[in-house]
């Protein structure tokens, strides 16, 4: 069964810092991994994507990820944050049936000014 | 754009009552979703349908149902609202559920069952 670990429930940040969302997964199968962000009051959008290949994956609004399979994770970062990055991330994998998705439990990233 | 959209925003009920939550999307996607999201647990799949009259249990379904009579379509239902299922409800659908395919997501209902 594939299943992903979000490190941090919550990340506090000052706006400008960099920041770095963790997630680790589990799978006895091909990864599919994501991160899809879910704004105050809206509903979840994807950010990125890893499905193979480049390791290290470039998503919307200045985000990116890295694949690391010998260490099972899949950390978000952005090296300089602003005060609308604020929302929850959840890290995501599945994708082989269906479409069916796996979620993290999710970290809420509040920016502070 | 895609457009995923739940009837209601926010719903109070009482307990015993029956449910119905409702999605409609508006670009012939395949399948549709409806997951639970509680705060510290995540979204949970409750139920999936890949085609319409077609549907699957997901990680959760006890104590729900869904009807899917027509493609656009996907309703949840809660056959005796309990406390224990006041929850956000999130709906969502994909193009054909191909590997790495995105989900379009609604804005959630609130539900809250007294």
């Known amino acids: 069964a594939q299943s992903v670990t979000q490190l941090d429930s919550q990340v506090p940040v000052f706006e400008e810092a960099p920041v770095e969302l963790r997630c680790n997964y589990s799978s006895s199968v091909s990864v599919y991994l994501f991160w899809y962000v879910q704004y105050p009051n809206q509903g979840l959008q994807l950010l990125l994507k890893?499905?193979?290949?480049?390791?290290l994956v470039k998503g919307i609004n200045g985000f990116e990820a890295e694949f690391n399979k010998s260490q099972t994770s899949f950390h978000l970062r952005k090296p300089s944050v602003h005060i609308s990055d604020t929302a929850e991330y959840f890290c995501?994998?599945?994708?082989?049936?269906?479409?069916?998705?796996?979620f993290g439990q999710g970290t809420i990233l509040t920016v502070h000014p | 754009d895609v457009k995923v959209t739940q009837s209601s925003r926010y719903l109070v009920k009482r307990t015993g009552e029956k449910v119905f939550l409702e999605c409609v999307q508006d670009m012939d996607h395949e399948n549709m979703f409806w997951y639970r999201q509680d705060p510290g647990l995540g979204l949970r799949l409750i139920y999936f349908s890949y085609d319409v009259k077609m549907k699957e249990k997901g990680d959760i379904p006890e104590g729900y149902s869904v009807s899917r009579e027509k493609k656009e379509r996907f309703s949840l239902i809660l056959e005796s609202a309990s406390t224990n299922q006041t929850s956000m409800y999130l709906c969502?659908?994909?193009?054909?559920?191909?590997?790495?395919?995105?989900?379009?997501f609604g804005s959630g209902t609130q539900l809250s069952v007294l």
């Open positions: 995501v994998t599945g994708g082989t049936s269906y479409g069916k998705l796996t």
């Open positions: 890893y499905l193979s290949g480049s390791t």
């Open positions: 969502a659908s994909s193009l054909t559920g191909g590997r790495g395919e995105k989900l379009f």
